[in-house]
C-alpha cells in the first residue's frame, strides 16, 4: 500500500471525484479525514470505508471559512497527530449565475473565488505548518482546463479560479520545496461527475462532448484515483509544481 501510515485530508469528498480519491487513498493505507459540508454523504462514505477495515474520518467543513479551515487541521492533529497529505478537491460550479464579465455579478464572483480560490489557500496556510513539523508533505489541488484557455467563455469566475489555483500551485511549490513540502495540481476534463450534469443533460450533449475526447469517453471519478496516489506518495519525490492532465487528451488538441 503506496500510502501506509499517512494522514490524508481531502476537501470536497463526500462526492464525485473527491469521494473516489479519499476512498482510494484509504484503501492504498491512509487516514482519510473527509472534509465536507455535505454531512449525509461524508458520513456515508466514512462509515463504508471502515466496514471495509479502513481509517476514516468525518469533519464538517466549509473551506471558505478560516475558522472551519483551521478547525479542521487542529481536529486532524488531534486525532492523528499529523498532516501527509492535502488533496484540495473543494469546488463550487455556479452554471446559473457565472456569466460572461459584464453580467456577472460581484456576489456571484465573490461566492466562487471564496470556495475555489480562498479554500485552498486557507487549507494550504494551515495545514503547511504541520507539514513543516514533519520535514515535509504533499499538496494536491485539482484545477480544469478551463484556467489554461477559454473553453468556458460563460463561466468567468469558475475559469479565473481554476486559473488561479493554478497560480498557487506553482507559487508554493517554488516556495516550499526546500522544506520537503511538493504542491502539484490534476488538471481533468470533462467528467462525467455530478458537478457537470448541467451539460450532460441528455443524449445529443452527452455524445458532442464526448465525440471531442481524443479517447473517445467522458472522464470517470476512477480515472482521476491513480494520478492522486502518485502524486501523494513517494512514487512522486521528484515531481513538484508541474501540472497533470487527465482529460482524455483534450489539452493536447
Not at 141 to 162: D, F
Amino acid at each position: 500500500m503506496r500510502l501506509s501510515g499517512r494522514v490524508a485530508i481531502v476537501t470536497g469528498a463526500a462526492v464525485g471525484l473527491g469521494r473516489a480519491v479519499a476512498a482510494r487513498f484509504a484503501r492504498e493505507g491512509a487516514s482519510v479525514v473527509v472534509a465536507d459540508m455535505n454531512e449525509e454523504h461524508g458520513t456515508a462514505l466514512v462509515e463504508e470505508l471502515r466496514k471495509q477495515g479502513l481509517e476514516a474520518r468525518f469533519v464538517p467543513t466549509d473551506i471558505s471559512r478560516e475558522e472551519s479551515v483551521q478547525s479542521l487541521v487542529d481536529t486532524t492533529v488531534t486525532h492523528y497527530g499529523r498532516v501527509n497529505v492535502l488533496y484540495n478537491n473543494a469546488g463550487i460550479l455556479l452554471a446559473d449565475r457565472d456569466r460572461p464579465g459584464h453580467e456577472l455579478s460581484l456576489e456571484s464572483w465573490d461566492q466562487i473565488m471564496n470556495v475555489n480560490l480562498r479554500g485552498p489557500f486557507l487549507c494550504a496556510k494551515y495545514t503547511i505548518p504541520r507539514m513543516l513539523e514533519d520535514s515535509g508533505g504533499a499538496i494536491i489541488n485539482v484545477s480544469s482546463r478551463t484556467g489554461l484557455s477559454g473553453c468556458a467563455p460563460a463561466l468567468t469566475a469558475y475559469s479565473t479560479s481554476k486559473a488561479a489555483v493554478i497560480g498557487l500551485t506553482r507559487v508554493m511549490a517554488a516556495a516550499y520545496a526546500g522544506s520537503g513540502i511538493r504542491v502539484n495540481s490534476i488538471v481533468p476534463g470533462t467528467m462525467d461527475t455530478p458537478m457537470n450534469r448541467y451539460i450532460l443533460v441528455d443524449d445529443a450533449t452527452r455524445e458532442k462532448y464526448r465525440s471531442a475526447v481524443p479517447l473517445g469517453r467522458l472522464g470517470r471519478s476512477e480515472d482521476i484515483e491513480g494520478l492522486a496516489v502518485f502524486l501523494a506518495s513517494d512514487e512522486s519525490a521528484f515531481c513538484t509544481g508541474g501540472l497533470y492532465m487527465c482529460d482524455g487528451g483534450l489539452t493536447a488538441v
